[in-house]
């Protein structure tokens, strides 16, 4: 079955960076596209960043020029660097897989304060 980890949160003053990453198994992981994804409290969830089979890219507005997705396929896994990091960042980041229908991890605690 497909199965989603990610990693790489935790807590980190205004202006600094964070790696995050998701390790996809259960499934061939290069024929995919991918998304991360993040919910803040109170708030929908929302696509931060998506990346296709081929590496295409795309940003939500908001993290444009700071926040960069990759992926490994040899490593079956997706990553997202994240810089400049702002209060409003903090959330509960999520990776994705929306084909045939969503998968999603358990998601992994990104906390951005002094």
């Known amino acids: 079955q497909v199965n989603l980890v990610e990693s790489g949160g935790g807590l980190v003053q205004p202006g600094g960076s964070l790696r995050l990453s998701c390790a996809g198994s259960?499934?061939?992981?290069?024929?995919?596209?991918m998304a991360w994804y993040r919910q803040a409290p109170g708030k929908q969830r929302e696509v931060v960043a998506r990346?296709?089979?081929?590496?295409?890219?795309n940003y939500d507005d908001s993290v444009k020029g700071r926040f960069t997705i990759s992926r490994d396929n040899a490593k079956n896994s997706l990553y997202l660097q994240m810089n400049s990091l702002k209060p409003e960042d903090t959330a509960v980041y999520y990776c994705?897989?929306?084909?045939?229908?969503?998968?999603w991890g358990q998601g992994t605690q990104v906390t951005v304060s002094s």
């Open positions: 994705n897989r929306n084909f045939p229908t969503d998968y």
């Open positions: 259960g499934y061939m992981f290069s024929m995919y596209a």
């Open positions: 990346i296709s089979r081929s590496g295409t890219t």
